[in-house]
């Protein structure tokens, strides 16, 4: 049974920093893709960055690029996201996802985990 586990989400004003991880367990990590999405309240479910199977590509979305960082521990089945200067408009629930591909389109995500909030105040 392939599980993606998320923690670390929480509130935190403006300029904060929080770090959220991803524990996996029931297929190979090292054998994925890894990647993390978004989704605020009445949006679609965005890309937030992918990182490769072992981590010489990453890739951003604009939005968060210079203030997200994606890396992943594959001797742990670890990946995490330290978020730096949040914003308010940062506010969603956080999730991670494993695929065959290196890519930033959601349905190409195999798995998925039950996301974990992030809530950032003004």
């Known amino acids: 049974q392939v599980r993606l586990v998320e923690s670390g989400g929480g509130l935190v004003q403006a300029g904060g920093s929080l770090r959220l991880s991803c524990a996996v367990s029931?297929?190979?990590?090292?054998?994925?893709?890894m990647g993390w999405f978004r989704q605020a309240p009445g949006k679609e479910r965005e890309f937030v960055g992918t990182?490769?199977?072992?981590?010489?590509?990453?890739t951003y979305a604009d939005s968060v690029k210079g203030r997200f960082t994606i890396s992943r521990d594959n001797a742990k089945n670890t990946v995490h996201l330290q978020m730096n200067s949040l914003k308010p408009e940062d506010t969603a629930v956080y999730y991670c996802?494993?695929?065959?591909?290196?890519?930033?389109?959601?349905?190409?995500?195999?798995?998925w985990g039950q996301g974990t909030q992030v809530t950032v105040s003004s």
């Open positions: 990182i490769s199977r072992s981590s010489g590509s990453i």
């Open positions: 996802a494993a695929s065959t591909s290196l890519t930033i389109i959601t349905r190409q995500y195999n798995y």
């Open positions: 029931g297929l190979i990590f090292s054998s994925y893709a």
